[in-house]
């Protein structure tokens, strides 16, 4: 099929102001929802801003697990999302607490925004969020069916079955410098959406459903497979499973 030629526009469009609406919906946890814009298949910050929400909340790596959930203990559930979009992208950083915890978690969350944009991320940090993204593209593609849809997908986006080329080596390119342009371009204006359950609904949260302590056992060995899980990112097959292997064995 031939490639098809495109002509997005590789500059966000015009970032509309922060706003904060609070709801109160059914449930039991209160969700914090913090979103903005973020780039196209074609924005040459496609890649740097992918690291951004994988260094945010990607995985059990990420710092919204480690620092949100095993650290503060704020969070059930908690993650970054950035879907690949022809057109305008959008970021979404999402958390899922306790009723009790649902001020300390928002300002913790938003810390979180703000931090990768006046700091620059480690080295450590940068390797291990290239290699989830790789990671999980390559795990995504492993079979047949999955590379033709992508091939199928890319070539209807209008960029070429060959996108994914360009788009790992751009992944691998990028450096500490740019996680940040690509943070601060996408993240200074974010809107937030507060949804609080009813106060009938979270009366009857079951005990078993609290966010567990920083300490607890489940947090620790949560925090050891974190570390399984980073170390093994960037290693072959072979060597990946031996050493989480071993730490299943500790």
């Known amino acids: 099929m031939p490639n098809a030629t495109v002509a997005w526009s590789t500059s966000p469009q015009v970032h509309p102001a922060s706003a904060r609406t609070v709801v109160t919906v059914p449930g039991a946890q209160a969700q914090i929802l913090m979103g903005g814009l973020a780039p196209s298949l074609t924005d040459p910050d496609l890649a740097a801003m992918k690291v951004v929400s994988t260094v945010l909340g990607g995985g059990l790596a990420s710092r919204f697990f480690s620092e949100l959930r095993d650290k503060q203990g704020l969070a059930y559930t908690t993650a970054a999302r950035e879907p690949m979009r022809v057109g305008q992208g959008y970021f979404l950083a999402l958390l899922g607490?306790?009723?009790?915890?649902?001020?300390?978690?928002?300002?913790?969350?938003?810390?979180?925004?703000?931090?990768?944009?006046?700091?620059?991320?480690?080295?450590?940090?940068?390797?291990?969020?290239?290699?989830?993204?790789?990671?999980?593209?390559?795990?995504?593609?492993?079979?047949?069916?999955?590379?033709?849809?992508?091939m199928a997908?890319?070539?209807?986006?209008?960029?070429?079955?060959?996108?994914?080329?360009?788009?790992?080596?751009?992944?691998?390119?990028?450096?500490?410098?740019?996680?940040?342009?690509?943070?601060?371009?996408?993240?200074?204006?974010?809107?937030?959406?507060?949804?609080?359950?009813?106060?009938?609904?979270?009366?009857?949260?079951?005990?078993?459903?609290?966010?567990?302590?920083?300490?607890?056992?489940?947090?620790?060995?949560?925090?050891?497979?974190?570390?399984?899980s980073a170390e093994c990112a960037a290693l072959p097959p072979e060597a990946g499973i031996a050493a989480v292997k071993k730490y299943l064995s500790r």
């Not at 009723?99 to 940068?126: G, H, Y």
């Not at 080329?165 to 691998?172: G, H, I, L, N, S």
């Open 153 to 228: 997908s890319l070539e209807v986006a209008g960029v070429g079955h060959e996108f994914l080329d360009r788009y790992v080596a751009q992944v691998r390119a990028v450096t500490k410098a740019d996680v940040q342009r690509a943070a601060q371009r996408y993240l200074a204006t974010v809107r937030r959406a507060i949804l609080i359950p009813s106060p009938r609904s979270s009366s009857t949260i079951p005990s078993s459903e609290s966010t567990p302590s920083a300490g607890s056992p489940l947090i620790k060995a949560r925090i050891r497979w974190r570390t399984a």
């Open 97 to 150: 607490t306790a009723p009790a915890n649902k001020q300390k978690a928002e300002a913790a969350l938003r810390e979180q925004l703000e931090r990768i944009q006046r700091q620059a991320v480690s080295d450590e940090e940068l390797r291990v969020a290239k290699a989830y993204v790789l990671g999980s593209l390559a795990m995504d593609r492993r079979t047949n069916a999955r590379q033709a849809w992508y």
